[in-house]
């Protein structure tokens, strides 16, 4: 089975300061990998999406993510964070390459908290 | 709105009680997955059903089962309740397809278990 890291469980920020999130993943064979944001009370929307590709994957509200084979790193990061970006995100991967199953692993999750 | 609806949104039961969550996805959406998330293991996959049938499992008990029926709709059924099956479980729907198609959440329905 896969397994994904997500080596902060917390990260507190200033609001309009630059936040990286860390994400590390363990797999032998090629796979698909996703950052997604839990809002409060909310389910779970996709932030954006590595398949294949450019390395760099930009996503919605400003947030972008850098594959990184070697490393087996996707860091989610974004320049300018602001208040309505605080929620909880998840990195997740899909082995969907190997096994046809379409399902996710995901990470314990890092709850981002933009300090005003 | 992601398109997937949950029902209930919340559910409080006793130890050793049988509940039935319920999911529909997406229009058009063949594949349905159930994930359970706890404080204590997180984010987990249970199950995915593609037109009614079973295509994966992962970790789900063998006090729980699903099902999808014909109008793709699924149940998720939850039997011998225990304090620690008290969780969010979020369903999720994705097209079909050959290549990878993200899949869709639902808002969730909260158990308790008391």
């Known amino acids: 089975a896969q397994s994904v890291t997500q080596l902060d469980s917390q990260v507190p920020v200033f609001e309009e300061a630059p936040v990286e999130l860390r994400c590390n993943y363990s797999?032998?064979?090629?796979?698909?990998l996703f950052w997604y944001v839990q809002y409060p009370n909310q389910g779970l929307q996709l932030l954006l999406k590595?398949?294949?590709?450019?390395?760099l994957v930009k996503g919605i509200n400003g947030f972008e993510a850098e594959f990184n084979k070697s490393q087996t790193s996707f860091h989610l990061r974004k320049p300018s964070v602001h208040i309505s970006d605080t929620a909880e995100y998840f990195c997740?991967?899909?082995?969907?390459?190997?096994?046809?199953?379409?399902?996710?692993?995901f990470g314990t999750g890092t709850r981002l908290t933009v300090i005003p | 709105d992601s398109g997937v609806t949950q029902t209930p949104k919340h559910l409080i039961t006793a130890t050793g009680q049988r509940v039935t969550l319920r999911c529909s996805p997406r229009?058009?959406?063949?594949?349905v997955y159930w994930y359970q998330q706890s404080l204590d293991q997180g984010l987990q996959f249970l199950i995915q059903?593609?037109?009614?049938?079973?295509?994966a499992k992962g970790n789900i008990l063998e006090r729980f089962s699903a099902q999808q029926f014909p109008d793709l709709h699924s149940e998720l059924n939850l039997s011998s309740l225990e304090l620690g099956d008290s969780a969010l479980y979020f369903c999720?729907?994705?097209?079909?397809?050959?290549?990878?198609?993200?899949?869709?959440f639902g808002p969730g329905t909260r158990l308790t278990v008391l």
């Open positions: 997740a991967v899909s082995d969907a390459l190997r096994t046809g199953a379409n399902n996710l692993f």
């Open positions: 059903y593609y037109n009614g049938e079973e295509r």
């Open positions: 797999s032998s064979v090629s796979v698909y």
């Open positions: 590595y398949l294949s590709g450019s390395t």
């Open positions: 229009s058009g959406d063949l594949s």
């Open positions: 999720a729907s994705s097209a079909p397809g050959t290549q990878y198609n993200e899949q869709f």
